[in-house]
């Protein structure tokens, strides 16, 4: 790995750190997010916990999601759906009934509107957290990884992925993301972050990490996330390794199945385990379990999230760490296959988790745990030890100072120029150019100027960008080209394969955003057709490098990968097309040839440039 630190890169971090200072921003909780917990302070958390009922207790072990915009007053669809999945009808109301500790925001339950409305969200969830008999804050937590997994979108500042700092190969820049992402997550009150993932994707198959992941060199993962993690957490948000211990070799999605990890304990030790050692070393607040199953590490096969070996065994005694461990999402069928929902929580707690993320039904995990409790499955003692670690968090992130956003922090922290400026310049530091066939690129705007530009459009990560053509369309003629979009999708059909091959005639250059290429997938007919017409064909890999294996054969060009397609990504791919900035990035993974995957095609560490 190359540790960039350009004059540009610093220049940028310069510029940032001004804007900060003048503005306030960049690090409106970073104050607090060095608040030492010292012995008075544990004192005081004791003696709040010593007033909590049982119930109460319980409560603060969740982190649950709910539906709406608003913690009193959510749409009626909402209101619905909160009745139905929780029996509760807001978000107050679940706060008041449960006590919960957390909830954690997504945006298909309507929790990310917008910066101000979220920020308005979290200060009314905060103001039932104080209004309950014992009043405790709660820790607003969300998945914000950026790349494939964001649910706070535009105008916030969306950054690159973790593939793509990994391509990239700053550290600077990988800190320089997260200080920027954290704090704006902590002005619009979200404390707890889902991210960096510490997955080392050794596994081109893996269909749940795959561009989440760093790379697929341990030391290289392991300083990128170090980096994030100081990052995030000096922007005012406790960062979160995912997922312990190592979800980064499987070819199975723990949503939807219960993954086996075969590595021996050395592998496990040589290939997992350094991404989490140095995530424990910078200080990391909290880390994320998976629901996959290690025999090496666990011979009873019980997944990682129930494992007692794992969780305490490695985690907190061979690893040392003694922070927050929240599980994966319980609603996964990952950690459902082996036991029921009444006892996965039960097990988690005596694993060694301290949170309990999104139970598929509330009551019926709730009410378990404080059945375990009353029964004496798992004593007081072992919950209070939770819930003072939970305190501890949220005391350090000043919390119980001042749980509450202001919308002068919205407006002069998320979203400012220095920002999506510093956004900018760290994407243009990922691009990797694959492929180059008789130096097309850099494109010429006075021989190659009329572009067609075709491919899929999944939707935005965030819901809030793209879609990719006409993203890239629109990046093309603010540099002076004259571009045109045709939305192709995932599995073009004949009849848009021969709709954009009559598009393609008198243009003098097609662009195809490729998504997830399969060896039969229609993508490839698309980018072979559009070849065979005699027009230059440069093909763009919106997410997985690995597409470009897959594409041999079929007459492209020249090759790029962007990691993800939001359009910090997508607007910096283009002006390293159009020569306005350098393609820097270096593949952090190896691109194994589709016919041969014993084969490497291009190594770790490849990136042509000009």
Not at 226 to 234: C, L, M, R
Not at 441 to 466: E, F, I, Y
Not at 492 to 515: H, N, R
Not at 540 to 548: E, H
Request: glycine share 10%.
């Amino acid at each position: 790995m190359h540790h960039r630190t350009s004059r540009r890169a610093l220049l940028t971090a310069a510029a940032v750190t001004a804007a900060a200072a003048a503005t306030g921003a960049v690090v409106p909780g970073a104050a607090a997010a060095e608040e030492s917990v010292g012995a008075a302070t544990h004192d005081r958390l004791r003696r709040i916990v010593s007033r909590m009922s049982l119930e109460e207790k319980v409560g603060q072990l969740f982190v649950m999601r709910v539906y709406g915009h608003s913690a009193t007053d959510p749409d009626q669809a909402d209101i619905d759906a909160n009745l139905t999945e929780i029996g509760v009808r807001t978000a107050a109301e679940l706060i008041s009934t449960y006590h919960v500790g957390g909830i954690i925001y997504f945006t298909w339950a309507h929790n990310t509107r917008d910066p101000h409305q979220i920020a308005e969200l979290s200060n009314g969830i905060q103001r039932a957290g104080l209004a309950g008999r014992t009043p405790v804050p709660l820790l607003i937590s969300t998945d914000q990884e950026h790349g494939i997994v964001c649910r706070v979108g535009e105008p916030a500042t969306l950054m690159p992925g973790a593939m793509a700092l990994g391509a990239g190969g700053s550290l600077s820049d990988a800190r320089l993301a997260g200080r920027i992402a954290g704090a704006e997550l902590a002005a619009i009150g979200i404390r707890q972050n889902y991210a960096p993932d510490a997955d080392v994707n050794v596994n081109p198959a893996n269909p749940v990490i795959g561009v989440r992941s760093f790379g697929s060199d341990p030391q290289s993962v392991a300083g990128l996330v170090a980096a994030q993690v100081k990052g995030y957490q000096s922007g005012g948000v406790a960062a979160t390794a995912k997922h312990f211990p190592g979800h980064g070799d499987t070819n199975t999605d723990s949503h939807t199945g219960i993954p086996y990890i075969h590595h021996t304990r050395e592998q496990w030790a040589e290939l997992d385990a350094p991404p989490f050692r140095a995530a424990i070393a910078a200080g990391i607040d909290s880390i994320m379990t998976a629901h996959i199953v290690v025999p090496a590490l666990d011979a009873s096969e019980d997944p990682a999230t129930l494992s007692h070996p794992i969780l305490t065994g490695v985690l907190r005694e061979e690893l040392g760490y003694d922070g927050v461990v929240v599980t994966d999402a319980l609603n996964m069928e990952g950690v459902r296959t082996k036991y029921g929902d009444d006892r996965v929580p039960v097990l988690a707690l005596q694993a060694g988790v301290d949170q309990l993320l999104n139970p598929p039904n509330l009551a019926v995990a709730w009410n378990a745990v404080l059945a375990a409790v009353k029964s004496g499955e798992i004593s007081e003692a072992r919950i209070e030890e939770s819930i003072l670690r939970i305190l501890r968090l949220k005391a350090k992130l000043g919390l119980f100072r001042d749980p509450f956003v202001s919308r002068r922090g919205v407006d002069t922290v998320v979203g400012i120029p220095a920002h999506l400026a510093a956004a900018d310049r760290i994407a243009e530091h990922t691009t990797t150019l694959l492929a180059n066939s008789g130096s097309l690129l850099p494109l010429s705007r006075l021989s190659h100027k009329n572009l067609l530009v075709v491919g899929a459009d999944p939707a935005s990560p965030s819901g809030t960008t793209g879609p990719p053509t006409g993203t890239l369309t629109a990046a093309f003629n603010e540099l002076g080209y004259s571009a045109t979009a045709l939305s192709t999708g995932t599995a073009p059909t004949q009849a848009k394969i021969a709709e954009a091959v009559a598009a393609a005639q008198g243009k003098d250059a097609v662009v195809v955003g490729t998504y997830n290429v399969s060896m039969t997938s229609s993508q490839r007919t698309l980018v072979s057709a559009l070849a065979a017409t005699g027009v230059p064909v440069i093909a763009v890999a919106i997410r997985n490098p690995y597409d470009i294996a897959r594409l041999d054969g079929t007459g492209y060009a020249a090759s790029l990968a962007t990691y993800s397609w939001t359009d910090v990504e997508l607007r910096a791919a283009v002006r390293v097309i159009a020569g306005v900035a350098r393609p820097e990035g270096k593949l952090p993974v190896p691109v194994q040839r589709a016919d041969d995957p014993t084969q490497v095609l291009h190594p770790v560490g490849y990136g042509l440039s000009y």
